[in-house]
T-cell receptor
């Protein structure tokens, strides 16, 4: 199993659809992250979970709803999205958020297109 | 607050030539420094990191970077690039216990 796995790799949805992105890490880490990567923009941190508790919500619109049932799994539930939400959504994990110098391990991303 | 600047958005270079990708950061405290690479349609992969100790850090694929505290820089270098090095490169900083801050990225294009 690769370190951080994201599914689906590609997703096309209409503005009224409801879909979910899934992330699973096999590294024994305790912190998980969602990032948004849009063309011509820096990487944007969306959400951070540490030991299953959400520790950061970076002013993300409520049409994005994260869920972290355990330290190995992270979901991003999507509903009523806008075309400008089209982007590459990257999941990452690290040993923990505080008291650590450890790096982030990224999945390959889910390419989302909103029509 | 921390910030990361990558002055060059695009760097074209011929195959087998040397390359330097520049990274400068601002922070009021000590930081950890990272370089990540992103190949097309993939996630970010760690190239190298500086935590402490020797200021010259060697990473994967023949890359190295030098931490310069006085200039708050962490430039990435490779003495001879290959076509396969074509990718986007991101510099990042992390304060102990804080979240990562990424630079805007530098697109390296290696030309035959």
């Amino acid at each position: 199993e690769t370190g951080v796995t994201q599914t689906p790799r590609h997703l096309v949805m209409g503005m009224t659809n409801k879909k979910s992105l899934k992330c699973e890490q096999h590294l024994g880490h305790n912190a998980m992250y969602w990032y948004k990567q849009s063309a011509k923009k820096p990487l944007e941190l969306m959400f951070v979970y540490n030991f299953k508790e959400q520790t950061e919500n970076n002013s993300v619109p409520s049409r994005f709803s994260p869920e972290c049932p355990n330290s190995s799994h992270l979901f991003l539930h999507l509903h009523t999205l806008q075309p400008e939400d089209s982007a590459l959504y990257l999941c990452a994990s690290s040993q923990r958020t505080s008291g650590s110098s450890g790096e982030l391990f990224f999945g390959e991303g889910s390419r989302l297109t909103v029509l | 607050a921390q910030s990361v600047t990558q002055l060059d958005s695009q760097v074209p270079v011929f195959e087998e030539a040397p390359v330097e990708l520049r990274c400068n950061y601002s922070s009021s405290v000590s930081v950890y420094l990272f370089w990540y690479v992103q190949y097309p349609n993939q996630g970010l992969q760690l190239l190298l990191k500086y935590l402490s100790g020797s200021t010259l850090v060697k990473g994967i694929n023949g890359f190295e970077a030098e931490f310069n505290k006085s200039q708050t820089s962490f430039h990435l270098r490779k003495p001879s690039v290959h076509i396969s090095d074509t990718a986007e490169y991101f510099c990042a900083v992390r304060n102990y216990g804080q979240n990562f801050v990424f630079g805007p990225g530098t697109r390296l294009s290696v030309l035959p």
